[in-house]
C-alpha cells in the first residue's frame, strides 16, 4: 500500500484546510485510515481515524469539533478538512492505513498503523 497525502501550505488561522491522502491498495475499503501529525520538537500525535466504512471516526480531545475525518471508497481517498485551524495545528501531517476484518473498528496508536505517507507541511498562521 502506497499513501500521497496532499494539500499542505501555508494558511490562515480561521481559513479553510482540506488534506487529501490518496491510497494505491488493491482493496482500500478494507483499511482503517488515520491522520497523526508531528510538530518540530514534538512527538507524533494522533489527530483522526476513520473505519472501513467511514460510518465511525475518532479524533484527538486537541482537534475534536473543529477537524473532520472523511473517505471515499470509490476514490481511494482519505481527507481531514477543518474550517478554524489555529496556530497551534502546525505540524507535518501523515496519513497511515493498516487492514483490519473489522468493518467499524478505528485504530489510535501509531504502532497499530502498517503503512504510511510522506507527510505535508501545514503552516498556520496568526
Known amino acids: 500500500v502506497q499513501l500521497q497525502a496532499s494539500g499542505g501550505g501555508l494558511v490562515q488561522a480561521g481559513a479553510s484546510l482540506r488534506l487529501s491522502c490518496a491510497a494505491s491498495?488493491?482493496?482500500?475499503?478494507?483499511?482503517?485510515m488515520a491522520w497523526f501529525r508531528q510538530a518540530p520538537g514534538k512527538e507524533r500525535e494522533f489527530v483522526g481515524a476513520?473505519?472501513?466504512?467511514?460510518?465511525?471516526?475518532g479524533y484527538a480531545d486537541s482537534v475534536k469539533g473543529r477537524f473532520t475525518i472523511s473517505r471515499d471508497n470509490a476514490k481511494n481517498t482519505v481527507y481531514l478538512q477543518s474550517d478554524s485551524p489555529k496556530p497551534e495545528d502546525t505540524a507535518n501531517y501523515y496519513c497511515?492505513?493498516?487492514?483490519?476484518?473489522?468493518?467499524?473498528?478505528?485504530?489510535?496508536?501509531?504502532?497499530?498503523?502498517?503503512?504510511w505517507g510522506q507527510g505535508t507541511l501545514v503552516t498556520v498562521s496568526s
Open positions: 476513520v473505519s472501513r466504512s467511514g460510518g465511525a471516526t
Open positions: 491498495a488493491p482493496s482500500f475499503s478494507n483499511y482503517v
Open positions: 497511515a492505513a493498516v487492514g483490519t476484518t473489522a468493518w467499524s473498528r478505528i485504530f489510535w496508536n501509531p504502532g497499530e498503523y502498517s503503512y
